[in-house]
């Protein structure tokens, strides 16, 4: 079974259309059972209308299965996972739902926290910005399990002392252990569930191009005691497939997203980027990432970084996967 997948912080964007022709019909990530999409920070309207041309998921035989969102309606910041499968396909819904995170752990943060949920019910506001969207589906007798996340942005440690090297490393690793022991609580991963996550993670790296998430996925407790396989990052073809972002945009200089620098070259990369972009706390990162756990042998056809939404301070991850049982 192959699956394609995009995801993409819109920046609020509330008019998309994504020429994605090439991913859907025309190279080795092509012709995919399921279809999904992932956003964050999705100004748009929650209808049947994809990232893409409509005629192109038309013409290539997609039905859209599911769309969900974290808020409903039409909010600036929305979280929404949309799934297509082939016409001749049939798929049931397991179990869907979201969880809400606060932006960030003081008083400042649980009062936003409260405007996004009274704000959620408004057309066109700003809503929940943080947080996980997740839904289960059976499909060719395998579970599959999609998690739209947008992790707290948060650069400062639990004790908000300003200059805290780790970038608020603490704090969103716990959100992200404490969303997946969630999913664990609610029975949603077990050993036969394939779990793919997307989103708009906010990890960070530090001044010496040290990956948050990557020292994260190493690590052996944690997390990791509850959960019934190794989680992963899909794996690159090549280190230049990658690119990475900074936050706090300086207009006078193009530094929202460049490829990513390897080896030596990364340290001395940040310190530039730093310096142009102007926000210590803002350190260049790949924030956009697809992790996968699964009981299933799984081969990378695909996996890009792309700069799709222009007005976006993120890059759009799009990955295409084979999913093999194994007997």
């Known amino acids: 079974m192959r ?8 920046a609020e964007a509330t008019d998309v259309n994504f020429d994605l022709s090439h991913f859907l019909e025309n190279n080795i990530s092509g012709n995919p059972d399921i279809y999904v999409e992932m956003s964050q920070e999705d100004g748009r309207l929650v209808n049947n209308e994809s990232l893409v041309d ?32 082939k016409n001749h396909l049939n798929a049931k819904v397991l179990a869907k739902g979201h969880i809400a995170v606060p932006p960030q752990p003081d008083i400042w943060g649980k009062l936003k926290y409260t405007g996004s949920f009274i704000s959620s019910f408004l057309p066109n506001k700003l809503g929940y910005t943080k947080g996980l969207l997740y839904i289960k589906i059976n499909i060719k007798n395998q579970n599959i399990l999609f998690l739209n996340m947008h992790l707290p942005v948060i650069t400062k440690s639990k004790n908000g002392h300003p200059d805290d090297i780790t970038l608020g ?7 992200f252990e404490k969303l997946l022991i969630k999913m664990m609580k609610l029975k949603l991963i077990d050993s036969t569930t394939t779990v793919l996550i997307g989103g708009d993670l906010n990890f960070r790296q530090d001044k010496n191009g040290i990956d948050q998430l990557n020292v994260l996925l190493r690590e052996k407790n944690g997390y990791k005691t509850t959960l019934t396989r ?3 990052e899909l794996s690159f073809p090549k ?8 936050k706090f945009r300086n207009p006078n200089k193009a530094c929202r997203t460049r490829n990513m620098p390897t080896g030596a ?5 940040i310190s530039k980027v730093q310096k142009d972009c102007g926000d210590k706390h803002r350190i260049p990162s ?4 697809i992790l996968i756990m699964s009981p299933n042998s799984i081969n990378v056809n695909y996996y890009r ?5 222009q007005n976006s301070d993120h890059n759009a991850v799009l990955a295409s996967i084979d999913i093999t049982p194994k007997y």
């Open 239 to 246: 280190d230049s497939h990658k690119r990475i972002t900074c």
């Open 169 to 175: 490393f603490d704090y969103r690793k716990n959100v």
């Open 286 to 289: 790949r924030c956009d990432r």
């Open 3 to 10: 699956i394609s997948i995009v995801s993409q912080n819109l």
């Open 54 to 85: 409509g005629s192109i998921l038309e013409e290539n035989n997609f039905k859209l299965l599911i769309k969900d969102s974290i808020n409903g309606k039409r909010t600036k910041q929305n979280i929404i996972t949309s799934i297509f499968i």
């Open 230 to 232: 190794k989680l992963k």
């Open 265 to 269: 070259l990364l340290a001395n990369y």
């Open 305 to 309: 970084s792309k700069f799709l939404q």
